[in-house]
């Protein structure tokens, strides 16, 4: 083991240079005039005290993933509105820390985690739930809907834009709820789904106002004539939502902007021309959120937090789901296992993990709770491509080559070997190194960082295969010092 130690010291870190660049942005930025304007008129004498926050560094905030622990929050300032959620000192370089690849938190923004707090008033069911992100991509609002769910649920995430499901799979990936499904479609696309969901959230595109603090790009892509057009786009969102959510449903609307097109004015078109009822959140005064007429709005100089907008409705009328599920997973031209190959996958499963397997035309098995099997069907039948089921693994003979998504899977067997590694090690397993294991068993192992997995190894005895995904690993430089 001696022969893979290394001490690493960062070079050229790419969230520290990031970071140096914004801090001399930012103190040196003018905000478009319109938008200061605007924004004057929305605070009135507040406005300074906006402006000046404006150019202050933005809060670093984490929320823990409840179902994978790992992170040590001790001592940490706790985010008001979410239970997991928690404000760092400073901004690490989170590439180098395993439990991150882990899947152990996600590095969010601490406005919007009260949608938290949101569903918890206003859906107080435990019942299972079908879920909807209409507009998911990174993920971020996903793998807390995953984490807040009640159980049985099921969660579909939605990205339109193709280039940003990759990082929305690989997120809710690490994440590792198997009861969370992605897929890729115009909001349209959905329309034999009406009535079909508990719950659609849609974390709106929009003009960014309230990230101007975090990401000078949205600064410079400002313009009166982008507010109008990301308003018009959130209708056209918004008008296709409405339809999905099933009677006595949840729309929950949010964007990170403070104008009142984007925000306020779109939720009274809700309440006015979708006839949604609109409903009150009770938010403790000390939590420094405002109520606007319909939604809520968070602002950096009166919280811990960036500029988030967020307004709930019910579906009080609506038309019930009246879909026919598929017979099988027909769009990805799948076949059933073969029962010794389903026997097989059981051994790699946890014991409470009843799973139903298919294959694809490549050989993949992709699995789902069989208690969602139904719900999948109708989704089958219903989208023009199906959804993504999550992968376990393809097989080679009687052997499985397991699939990443399984490693980081909170279905899988906690028996299955694994050897620990420590930061340094797991460094060099997530920069896909080849790692020395002369006293690990032969086989397939788990590579672990504080008993959270990262991924497989082949140990063959005079080596170890490193079955990383080449999309995963640690791009970053990390010198040897
Ligand atoms: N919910 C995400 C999270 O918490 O990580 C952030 C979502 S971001 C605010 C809005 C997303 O909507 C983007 O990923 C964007 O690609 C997507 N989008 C852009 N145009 C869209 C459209 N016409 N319909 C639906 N989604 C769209």
Known sequence: MAQNRAIFTLKNGRDAARRTARTTYYLTVNLPPAFSASMQTQLGADFSLFEKTLATEPPVSIRLNPAKRG????????????????????????TLDPVFHAGGYYVQEASSMVLHEVLDQCVPS??????????????????LLASWMPEGSLLLANEVIRSRVTVLKENLERWGSPDTFTCSYDPEAFSKLNGFFDLVLV?????????????????????????Q??????RRILAAAVKLVAPGGMLLYSTCTYNELENDQNAQWLAENQ????????????????????????????????????????????VPFSGKPAR?????????LHKR?????????DEDADFFFVQRPDDTVLGAPRHLKEDLLFLDAALPQGVWLREMGAFKGKDLIPAQDLAMSTAISADLPAVELDREMSLLFLKKESILLPEA????LLAQHRGLNLGWMKNLGNRVNNYLPKDWRIRMEIREG
């Not at 435990?126 to 793998?143: E, F, H, I, M, Q």
């Not at 003009?207 to 603090?213: D, I, M, N, P, W």
């Not at 057009?229 to 959130?234: D, F, I, K, N, T």
């Open 203 to 227: 974390d709106a595109p929009c003009s960014g106002e309230g990230l101007f603090r975090k990401d000078p790009d949205a600064i410079q892509e400002w313009s009166p004539e982008h507010v």
């Open 71 to 94: 992170y040590d929050a001790a001592g940490l300032a706790p985010v008001p509105w979410h239970p997991e959620g928690y404000y760092l000192p400073e901004r690490p370089v989170f």
């Open 441 to 444: 068993p032969k086989g397939w």
């Open 126 to 143: 435990k019942y299972p739930l079908r879920v909807l992100d209409l507009c998911a991509a990174p993920g971020g609002k996903s793998t």
């Open 328 to 336: 099988y997973m027909d769009k990805l031209k799948s076949k059933s």
């Open 275 to 318: 006839k949604l009822t609109h409903l009150d959140i009770d938010l403790p005064t000390e939590w420094g959120i405002n109520a606007r007429d319909y939604g809520y709005q968070c602002y950096p100089h009166h919280l811990r937090g960036e500029g988030f907008y967020f307004a709930a409705f019910r579906q009080t009328r609506g």
């Open 229 to 234: 057009l990301c308003s018009a786009r959130q």
């Open 341 to 349: 190959e389903e026997a097989a996958l059981a051994d790699w499963l």
